[in-house]
């Protein structure tokens, strides 16, 4: 643990020409969101499947391989019969600069329930706020409009077709 005060120093120096600087964990949130990136605990977790989270192109097709991967029947099984919830990433309408989704939130379609807010965010780039939500599937097709539940006040959101911000890696 003594060392982590010289590595810090020596990162910071030697990534000076790089533009390497301290940041936080909300400005981290927000860079995440804003390129599509889940986050483990958030959209990520135990209760819902790689199917759910849209993370089927870390899935090895079965299919072209000699030995199918652990789980392969359930996922399989799932993709047949349909998932209960869908990820969706959200476009807040209805932002008024001050209250944005944190997490945990309901999400409405009609005045019904269909789902939660994973984690959600103002997007400094993308200039608006942003949600990740778990959804039934028959309210995740891009452009549905939907209405979150932050703090007592209902805002008005948009289901996006992909993230604000491309992926691209670089800088």
Same mark, same amino acid.
């Given at each position: 643990?003594?060392?982590?005060?010289?590595?810090?120093?020596?990162?910071?120096?030697?990534?000076?020409?790089?533009?390497?600087?301290? @940041?936080?964990?909300? !400005?981290?949130?927000?860079?995440?969101?804003?390129? =599509?990136?889940? $986050?483990?605990?958030? +959209? /990520?977790?135990?209760?819902?499947?790689?199917?759910?989270?849209?993370?089927?192109? @870390?899935?090895?097709? !079965?299919?072209?391989?000699?030995?199918?991967?652990? =789980?392969?029947? $359930?996922?399989?099984? +799932? /993709?047949?019969?349909?998932?209960?919830?869908?990820?969706?990433?959200?476009?807040?309408?209805?932002?008024?600069?001050?209250?944005?989704?944190?997490?945990?939130?309901?999400?409405?379609?009609?005045?019904?329930?269909?789902?939660?807010?994973?984690?959600?965010?103002?997007?400094?780039?993308?200039?608006?706020?942003?949600?990740?939500?778990?959804?039934?599937?028959?309210?995740?097709?891009?452009?549905?409009?939907?209405?979150?539940?932050?703090?007592?006040?209902?805002?008005?959101?948009?289901?996006?077709?992909?993230?604000?911000?491309?992926?691209?890696?670089?800088?």
């Amino acid at each position: 643990m003594s060392a982590v005060a010289g590595l810090y120093q020596d990162v910071h120096k030697l990534g000076a020409d790089l533009g390497v600087e301290d @940041f936080g964990m909300y !400005a981290m949130n927000s860079l995440r969101m804003e390129k =599509g990136f889940r $986050a483990w605990g958030a +959209e /990520l977790s135990k209760d819902n499947t790689i199917v759910e989270a849209g993370m089927m192109s @870390f899935v090895r097709d !079965a299919s072209k391989e000699s030995l199918p991967f652990v =789980g392969h029947d $359930a996922v399989q099984s +799932e /993709l047949q019969r349909g998932s209960k919830e869908q990820l969706v990433m959200l476009r807040v309408l209805e932002d008024d600069g001050k209250t944005d989704p944190d997490g945990s939130e309901p999400i409405y379609c009609e005045g019904k329930v269909v789902g939660h807010v994973s984690s959600g965010c103002y997007g400094y780039q993308a200039g608006h706020g942003l949600a990740f939500g778990y959804v039934t599937p028959y309210v995740a097709d891009a452009g549905t409009e939907l209405d979150i539940m932050v703090i007592g006040k209902m805002h008005r959101c948009v289901v996006m077709p992909t993230s604000p911000v491309p992926a691209d890696h670089l800088r």
